[in-house]
């Protein structure tokens, strides 16, 4: 059973800077998709970033040039730095893993990000 555990979530100022961490209970090399997404109060949750074991990686309009996920393989860590952060990036931000193409998602807890002045 795959473990998820997000971190670095908060409150920022807008133009502000976070990184969030996902520390995964298994090797990330095994895993073949990885990913953030997000649910603003009233949205339904969508994907923000995603990248794959073979280098892929895929953003949401709202996250190009702003954020940029990235992985340590040494960790099994998978990391959202958020730049330029604007208010409605505000939501909760959720890890997602896949061990396949064809295997169920594993969530994470989720860590609440608000920008505001």
């Known amino acids: 059973q795959v473990q998820l555990v997000e971190s670095g979530g908060g409150l920022v100022q807008p133009g502000g800077s976070l990184r969030l961490a996902c520390a995964v209970s298994v090797s990330i090399n095994t895993v073949t998709i990885m990913g953030w997404y997000r649910q603003a109060p009233g949205k339904e949750r969508e994907l923000v970033a995603s990248t794959t074991r073979f280098g892929n990686t895929n953003y949401a309009n709202s996250a190009k040039g702003r954020f940029t996920i990235s992985r340590d393989n040494a960790k099994n860590t998978i990391y959202l730095q958020m730049n330029s952060l604007k208010p409605e990036d505000t939501a909760v931000y959720y890890c997602?893993?896949?061990?396949?193409?064809?295997?169920?998602?594993?969530w994470g807890q989720g860590t609440q990000v608000t920008v505001s002045s």
């Open positions: 997602n893993v896949r061990l396949s193409w064809t295997s169920s998602a594993t």
